[in-house]
């Protein structure tokens, strides 16, 4: 298996809901990473946790709050998200934070919209 | 700030001719410079990687040139295919305890038949 898998691909939610996203690998990856890409500009990262341990939050709103319950599986807990927020949400998976030489694996994303 | 510069948009080529997609970037740390394809509605696809003490690596139809007194690498395709048409991201790996990619923001390569 060399992917990542994301769930849901598209969400619509309110600004008063809750909602979760998910992302699970089963490459033996140590290293998982949250980016969020808005349209037409690159992917921004987000959070990055290295062997189920949260290494570096890029200064992100606490609406946002990343979780890694094991080595498989990252999640995005989203809460009184704004419509600013609407945008791709892709993780990746990578071997360690410190070998990329065959850089990350990327999930196909999911399509968020706040309304 | 924009530490890494994709400063083409756009880059249209012939099949069969060569691709030479750009990228420059500013921080002397950088580390590891990768190169990414991307097609609508799908996450960024790996293509290949160079690390700061290259200056080449080759990977079938794809090359990476690195210039690092210029500060600036280059991402060969030959021959281009059809398939090839997606927008193209280099992104530079921070070195040090802060292991981070930052992305330029992509070339789109359209590959005519």
């Known amino acids: 298996d060399t992917e990542v898998t994301q769930t849901p691909k598209h969400l619509v939610m309110g600004m008063t809901n809750k909602k979760s996203l998910k992302c699970e690998q089963h490459?033996?990856?140590?290293?998982m990473y949250w980016y969020k890409q808005k349209a037409k500009k690159p992917p921004e990262l987000m959070f990055v946790y290295s062997y189920e341990k949260l290494s570096i939050n890029e200064s992100v709103p606490s609406r946002f709050s990343p979780e890694c319950p094991n080595s498989s599986l990252l999640n995005l807990h989203l809460h009184a998200l704004q419509p600013e927020d609407s945008a791709l949400y892709l993780c990746a998976s990578s071997q360690d934070t410190g070998n990329v030489y065959y850089g990350y694996t990327f999930g196909s994303g999911t399509r968020l919209t706040v309304v | 700030d924009q530490q890494v510069k994709q400063n083409s948009p756009s880059l249209s080529v012939q099949e069969g001719r060569i691709s030479i997609l750009n990228c420059d970037y500013t921080n002397s740390m950088f580390d590891y410079f990768l190169w990414y394809k991307k097609y609508p509605a799908e996450g960024p696809t790996f293509l290949i990687s160079i690390s700061s003490i290259k200056d080449k690596n080759e990977d079938g139809r794809f090359t990476v040139f690195l210039n690092k007194s210029a500060k600036h690498l280059s991402l060969h395709i030959v021959p281009s295919q059809p398939g090839d048409s997606a927008v193209y991201f280099c992104a530079a790996r921070s070195g040090g305890s802060n292991y981070k990619l930052t992305f330029g923001k992509g070339t789109l390569l359209t590959v005519n038949p």
């Open positions: 490459m033996g990856h140590r290293a």
